[in-house]
């Protein structure tokens, strides 16, 4: 599986963006993806992900403000960003779960399968 990302860039505090995430065509189903941001100097935390099955979870800091949605179709997830503030600066990475079978284990497995990540910057 590969992520494609775009849609980030520059706005100002109480602006919007609008992040997108195609996945290419897999063997291996995808159960999830989402959207996980890097400030700069912290870790990666996540903003929001969706399942296959609609299952939709949010970091604190997003919640009310941030909305991720998903095209089945288009193999393709998308974050609602509006009422941006400074802290929203950073890196987001879109990521997806994959299942796959590990032969060894004789199992299936969960792997996390990154994009380049995009950069949005909020300026007051």
């Known amino acids: 599986v590969q992520l494609q990302a775009s849609g980030g860039g520059l706005v100002q505090a109480g602006g919007s963006l609008r992040l997108s995430c195609a996945a290419s065509?897999?063997?291996?189903?995808?159960?999830?993806m989402g959207w996980y941001h890097q400030a700069p100097g912290k870790q990666r935390e996540l903003v929001a992900s969706?399942?296959?099955?609609?299952?939709?979870v949010y970091g604190n800091s997003v919640k009310g403000r941030f909305t991720i949605s998903r095209d089945a179709a288009k193999n393709t997830v998308y974050l609602q960003m509006n009422s941006l503030k400074n802290e929203d600066t950073g890196v987001y990475y879109c990521?997806?779960?994959?299942?796959?079978?590990?032969?060894?284990?004789?199992?299936?497995?969960?792997?996390?399968?990154w994009g380049p990540g995009t950069l949005v910057t909020v300026s007051s």
């Open positions: 969706i399942s296959v099955t609609g299952s939709i």
């Open positions: 990521n997806a779960e994959v299942k796959t079978w590990n032969i060894a284990e004789a199992d299936y497995e969960y792997l996390d399968v």
């Open positions: 065509r897999s063997i291996d189903p995808i159960t999830a």
